[in-house]
């Protein structure tokens, strides 16, 4: 299982920054492309860096319809392979039927497999819903999120009913991070906004998240 930052407002390593997240999910029998960032041509340079070609996507996934996760979306559908994308059930309408131009939509509202070893919180949150996935390793689960607006509180609980978390990276928002302290390793991605708090507080656990940033699980 690897999983791969493709977007994000720090890059290194000739990949390129911007405002939003994408991560991508390597797992022993599938791709699977997790948010899309804003810019798609960013999003294709990205992968390229990585090597990961767009036709070999097989699943992408939408934690919530703002504009930094859904942006580089239809590129993706224009040039990569016309992959099923899961979204909230609570996007809009005429959202679902713009990606239904050129695939599949599968809409999401409880916690529920979508793969071998990679489960989805269901959309959790109330004034923007999103969905959470959980990856199931040896170490434990991995806990990757789009923007956190339901809250890590609310997406933690959740996510511990599927077992121990390992790790929880994503953008934090501005949610409550009393929570990973308890969290053997934190991933605070593009829009954390105590990012400060956590690299002063969680020495320990605390990893910095870059466009490039790549990790390996069993
Ligand atoms: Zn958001
Ligand atoms: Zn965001």
Not at 147 to 162: A, D, N, Q, V, Y
Not at 177 to 190: A, S
């Amino acid at each position: 299982m690897n999983l791969q930052i493709l977007y994000d407002n720090n890059a290194r390593n000739g990949f390129k920054a911007g405002w939003g997240f994408s991560c991508f999910i390597k797992t022993s029998k599938e791709n699977i492309l997790f948010d899309t960032g804003w810019n798609g041509n960013i999003l294709l340079h990205n992968m390229e860096i990585a090597k990961i070609n767009p036709e070999k996507i097989d699943k992408i996934i939408i934690s919530h319809s703002d504009w930094d996760h859904i942006g580089g979306l239809n590129h993706i559908l224009k040039y990569g392979k016309k992959s099923e994308v899961y979204v909230p059930k609570s996007i809009s309408d005429n959202l679902k039927n713009e990606i239904k131009r050129y695939t599949n939509v599968i809409e999401i509202s409880k916690a529920g497999k979508i793969c071998e070893n990679v489960w989805t919180t269901g959309e959790l949150g109330e004034k923007i819903k999103e969905q959470s996935l959980i990856i199931k390793t040896e170490k434990g689960n991995v806990i990757l999120t789009g923007c956190t607006h339901p809250g890590l509180e609310s997406i933690t609980e959740k996510s511990r009913g599927f077992g121990e978390i390992y790790t929880v990276i994503g953008g934090f928002h501005d949610s409550d991070i009393d929570i990973l302290g308890e969290i053997p390793m934190v991933v605070p991605c593009h829009c954390t906004e105590k990012i400060e708090e956590i690299k002063k507080t969680m020495t320990e656990s605390y990893k910095e998240c870059f466009t490039g940033f790549s990790i390996y699980f069993i």
